[in-house]
């Protein structure tokens, strides 16, 4: 029983250089050839892709089903409108203070939670993104309740004497796809590496892996810690790229939003994540859906996915995938 | 001083009348698919709309509508159920969150989609304060208390004696079993949920005049309110349920009294991870049962 199994390894090892480097080069040129808008979706897409490379780590590969991405999200996003907003910190230091607090608040949330199974854990998960809301909404002194943060300033670097300034939406674009592609990487590296093994085992059979000597319960919190981190790190771009964080930023909404990218593309697959990101937000956004056919939409996929589609849609486009690579 | 805390315990038996009769739903339906239902608030919604249109689109009376929103959601509900909810036996715990999840998005959506997202002002039921032994309490309020019970009291009934409440006992206890000796188990699936989502339509349209406001994320906070009575009732126990329903109304009545009105919404979830944490089984068993 998981959201993922371990998918046979096709024979497409020939392809994948190629198709990176196709990628990267139309991510670096996207400015030029769509619109402000374009740029403005894939904005969006690149920050949701951060806690959904996260909740990947936690549902594909450990096989835990969380909706707490949303609560360490806002964590994230409103430790780095504060810091700019009263210190006018750089926004590297922002974003590891807002990654960081995000992670060392899923330390003391993740001993209790991860004490649970199944659908618990999805409760009291839950239970974060809500008493979170209820935190923000009403520390006024802090958060300022529902007025929410606003006019924060736009990222800026200090090294030295050298400062620079991201503030255009191309120069943010460049500074997300930074960011986005090194998170991609240490997922990667996470995924490539011995614990990444031992995560697939947890998620496979937790007894199992138990009994062959895997800490499940350390590498569980872990995972679940990194998943925040990653949710937080993706919070403090949101404050920066939307200059304003309210209380709504802890909405059950979001979770959802991360759950349908990592599920729709493909739990347990990396590309699956940017695919699922390019798919699920940037391509809503860039269409303009209107916000609640967007949800309905969101909702129908649940459902296809859920009982028709169960590896994502990752698979049908890797088939596709192959049959022009002509490896099957 | 003393009749504050009086009058805020009946306000609070009042709302845990109305959790009571949504949670009874979901806990039952926990009972027989062992999912959570994460929609369960939008039935709760689609009554309550329901009515609304009859009130003001139909210009029916109040108690029409009550007929009116609950029918409109049992209609519903069945489409659902055949769709979704019959595909969940025996799916894993995982499918049963997203696939209510999805089903949630889609119904809160539709709404907002048809009748726009703004509040709407409910105009129908008995607003006009009766007084009882020294205390006014709204007539609806009354009427809330007075169709809590008998819905519980039939529903006792129903779960002991009844050939269809032995039948949903027996799913909840053993699903194989009940295919062995003949349970239309998918049937009793379906029943059990339009039951369900009928009882919480009921307790939307019986809220409505005391709510005053109709709008489509309404049903997201009774769900959230709903999560801890059925962990405090134990999942699957119909009186363990009521009682945890009139627990969660009568400490927020007080809680937004003494402590805050902001602080209302957030006893339900405090209480639900105090209970993970501590009694995952229930207020009132002594060992897990799922």
Redesign the interface.
């Known amino acids: 029983?998981?959201?993922a199994d371990t998918a046979q390894q096709i024979r497409r090892r020939d392809l994948r250089l190629p198709l990176v480097a196709a990628l990267l080069v139309v991510a670096l040129a996207a400015p030029f050839i769509g619109s402000r808008y374009v740029t403005h979706s894939l904005i969006i897409a690149l920050i949701f892709m951060l806690p959904a490379h996260g909740l990947n780590l936690l549902v594909g590969y450990t096989g835990l089903?969380s909706l707490a991405q949303a609560a360490f999200f806002g964590i994230g996003a409103y430790t780095a409108g504060l810091l700019a907003v009263h210190y006018g910190t750089p926004f590297y230091v922002n974003a590891a203070a807002a990654g960081l607090l995000a992670g060392a608040c899923a330390l003391p949330l993740g001993v209790?939670a991860l004490?649970?199974r199944?659908?618990?854990f999805?409760?009291?998960t839950?239970?974060f993104v809500?008493?979170g809301q209820?935190i923000a909404?009403?520390w006024i002194s802090v958060t300022r309740g529902d007025m929410g943060l606003s006019a924060i300033p736009k990222p800026h670097f200090a090294l030295g004497p050298l400062s620079f300034t991201v503030s255009g939406t191309t120069s943010f674009y460049y500074m997300a796809l930074a960011i986005g592609a090194l998170a991609t990487l240490a997922v990667w590296m996470i995924v490539r590496s011995p614990a990444g093994r031992n995560m697939i085992a947890i998620r496979e059979n937790e007894t199992l892996a138990e009994s062959l000597g895997v800490p499940t319960w350390r590498y569980k919190l872990i995972v679940f810690i990194i998943s925040a981190v990653f949710a937080g790190v993706g919070g403090s771009l949101y404050a920066h790229y939307l200059t304003v964080v309210s209380p709504l930023t802890f909405q059950?909404y979001y979770s959802?939003t991360m759950?349908i990218i990592v599920?729709g593309g493909g739990a347990g697959t990396i590309s699956g994540v940017v695919f699922g990101s390019l798919l699920f937000v940037g391509l809503t956004e860039a269409l303009r859906i209107?916000?609640?056919?967007r949800?309905?939409a969101?909702?129908?996929?649940?459902?296809v996915?859920?009982?028709w589609f169960k590896k994502g849609f990752a698979p049908v486009i890797n088939r596709f995938w192959d049959l022009i690579g002509g490896t099957k | 001083m003393f009749s504050t805390i009086i009058e805020q315990i009946v306000n609070g038996i009042v709302t845990g009348s109305v959790y009571a009769i949504v949670a009874v739903g979901m806990t039952m339906i926990f009972g027989v698919l062992r999912?959570?239902n994460f929609a369960h608030g939008e039935y709760y919604m689609l009554g309550t709309f329901g009515a609304w249109f009859a009130v003001d689109y139909l210009g029916l009376s109040y108690e029409a509508s009550i007929i009116v929103g609950v029918l409109s959601t049992i209609v519903v509900a069945y489409v659902v159920g055949r769709l979704?909810m019959q595909?969940m036996v025996g799916?894993?715990?995982?499918?049963?969150?997203?696939?209510t999840?999805?089903?949630?998005?889609?119904l809160?959506?539709?709404v907002?989609?048809v009748f726009g997202?703004g509040y709407k002002f409910f105009s129908g039921g008995y607003i006009e304060p009766l007084s009882i032994l020294g205390f006014s309490l709204a007539g609806q309020r009354i009427l809330i208390l007075v169709v809590c019970l008998p819905v519980f009291i039939g529903l006792e009934f129903m779960v002991t004696y009844s050939r269809m409440g032995k039948s949903m006992r027996a799913v909840s206890q053993n699903v194989e079993c009940c295919e062995v000796v003949g349970i239309d188990v998918p049937k009793v699936v379906l029943h059990t949920f339009i039951l369900g989502a009928a009882l919480a339509a009921l307790s939307g349209v019986l809220t409505a005049p005391v709510n005053v406001s109709v709008y489509g994320g309404m049903g997201?906070l009774i769900t959230?309110k709903t999560?801890p009575i059925i962990?405090m009732g134990g999942l699957g126990n119909v009186r363990g349920t009521f009682v945890a329903a009139m627990i969660l109304g009568i400490a927020e009545s007080l809680v937004a009294t003494y402590v805050?009105l902001?602080?209302r919404?957030?006893v339900g979830?405090?209480t639900?991870?105090l209970m993970?944490?501590w009694r995952?089984y229930g207020l009132f068993s002594t060992q897990a049962r799922f």
């Open positions: 029983m998981s959201l089903l209790p004490r649970l199944a659908t618990s999805v409760m009291c839950l239970g809500i008493i209820a909404k009403n059950m959802t759950l599920l209107t916000p609640e056919l949800m309905i969101y909702g129908l996929c649940l459902l996915l859920v009982f | 999912a959570i979704v595909r799916a894993p715990a995982e499918a049963g969150v997203l696939a999840l999805g089903i949630a998005l889609v809160q959506n539709t907002i989609l997202g997201e959230f999560l962990i805050g902001q602080f919404d957030t979830f405090a639900l991870i993970l944490m995952p």
